[in-house]
Each structure stands twice: as C-alpha cells, then as structure tokens.
C-alpha cells in the first residue's frame, strides 16, 4: 500500500482546491496552478484537506496514488511558499546579468549566452553574492527545469570545479597531471 498517497493534504483557509471535470485547480495568495487527474486515483477535497484513494489494488493504482498525492501536495505549497532554487556560478571571469525575465550568461564562451524565463519563472541575482543565481517560481517542475537548463549551459568540471552548479551541490574533484620524475 503506498504510505505517502494515505496521507492528506493539508491546506490553509487562504488557499481555494477546486475540482471540475477531472482538473484539479488550486488557488492561493502566490498564484493558481491546475493539473488533469488521472482516472486511477480518486480525489475528495474536504474541510482543509484533499484525501487521495485509489479504485483497487493493482500496481498501476499504486504507483498514481502516491503520485497524485505528492503532485497535489507540491501545487498547494506551490502556491503558498513558492519554490526557490540557487545557482552558483564558479570561475574567473564568469558572470551572469538578470534583466526582467532575461538572464545573460558568460561562462567562457566567445559569446554571451541568453535565455529567457519561462511563463511564471523569475530570475534574479542574490544581491549580496553576484555569483548566485536565483530561480523563484510557484510550479515545482517549471523551477527544477528551468534551473536544470541554465546549470546545463556550463556544467562544473572536475578538474577545478569551474562551471555552474546548484549551491550546496558537492563536485567529485579529480587529480590533475603528476610531474614525471
């Protein structure tokens, strides 16, 4: 039996979960996020919590039960915390600029490389370490990719750990070249 799909969501009186046809919506003081459900699990939405079951015991059951839950449980915290991830970049002569929903890298490449943010997504720069991304939004997935892609554009090396990498992540160094003797 899955043990985190048995475990209700709770939400606060400032957050709204509507279902109508199978489209759970979730509306909170951040924004409003909606997802289609999956015919395998039943939703309830009661006083301040949503109770997710399941029609039997089969392992497709299984396996949208506890992930129903935890997509629900994330929209709700969505909307009311908001996620935040944090990039580093390390480097001499690497930088980023975040203008609006645009970020500009240079990450020693002979040009600067641009992206913009998704719908939703801010990007802004610690104010205190301008060599810390931040990437704010209230969609969990849209956070993570959104991070994953800038960090994709120079991954650390193990040479020297030159790159960009999450804050906190630990970067396997390798030995460089010995000296014959």
Avoid: C, W
Wanted: proline share 4%.
């Amino acid at each position: 039996m899955s043990r985190i799909g048995k475990k209700p969501v709770e939400f606060s009186s400032d957050v709204t979960v509507t279902m109508q046809d199978g489209v759970v919506s979730v509306k909170g003081p951040k924004g409003e996020l909606s997802t289609i459900l999956n015919e395998r699990a039943i939703v309830a939405i009661e006083e301040g919590q949503i109770i997710v079951t399941r029609h039997s015991d089969a392992k497709e059951d299984k396996s949208i039960h506890g992930l129903t839950r935890t997509l629900l449980a994330n929209m709700v915290e969505g909307v009311t915390k908001g996620y935040e991830k944090r990039l580093e970049i390390v480097g001499v002569g690497y930088r980023a600029q975040a203008t609006g929903k645009k970020i500009t890298l240079n990450v020693g490449y002979s040009h600067p490389v641009e992206m913009n943010a998704p719908q939703g997504i801010e990007v802004n720069l610690d104010p205190e370490n301008k060599n810390i991304i931040i990437v704010k939004g209230i969609d969990k997935q849209a956070v993570g990719e959104f991070a994953a892609n800038i960090r994709k554009q120079k991954k650390p090396e193990p040479y020297k750990g030159k790159g960009i990498k999450y804050v906190g992540e630990y970067i396997l160094r390798k030995a460089g070249k010995t000296a014959a003797k």
